[in-house]
Nanobody, 120 residues
Framework: QVQLLEYGGGLVQPGGSLRLSCAVS????????MGWYRQAPGKERELVAA???????NIAESVKGRFAISRDNARNTVDLQMNSLKAEDTAVYYC??????????????WGQGTQVTVSS
């Protein structure tokens, strides 16, 4: 059974930093994209950053220059380094993965979510 286990999150002051980590376990398939989404109260879930197995990255404009994503294909982990945090970054952050199964179909998985609160 595939599981996405998230670590990190918490309360930080504006301008501070946090690091989120996510590990995929139980997968025998190819994890072709891993990334992070977030959902603020009353808003839709949105992509923050994602990294393909090839190394290509997709980062939301709202966090470019402040957030960085890094992926370890050997360990099936993905990290999100968040710097210069703003109040508007407050949200529940979800780890996300798309995995190609043995039937060559794409399965989508989500972590349980971790709260990030930016407040003084």
């Amino acid at each position: 059974q595939v599981q996405l286990l998230e670590y990190g999150g918490g309360l930080v002051q504006p301008g501070g930093s946090l690091r989120l980590s996510c590990a995929v376990s139980g997968s025998g398939g190819e994890i072709y994209v891993m990334g992070w989404y977030r959902q603020a109260p009353g808003k839709e879930r949105e992509l923050v950053a994602a990294q393909m197995k090839s190394g290509a990255r997709n980062i939301a404009e709202s966090v470019k220059g402040r957030f960085a994503i890094s992926r370890d294909n050997a360990r099936n982990t993905v990290d999100l380094q968040m710097n210069s945090l703003k109040a508007e970054d407050t949200a529940v952050y979800y780890c996300h993965a798309k995995i190609i199964n043995e039937m060559r179909e794409v399965d989508e998985y989500w972590g349980q979510g971790t709260q990030v609160t930016v407040s003084s």
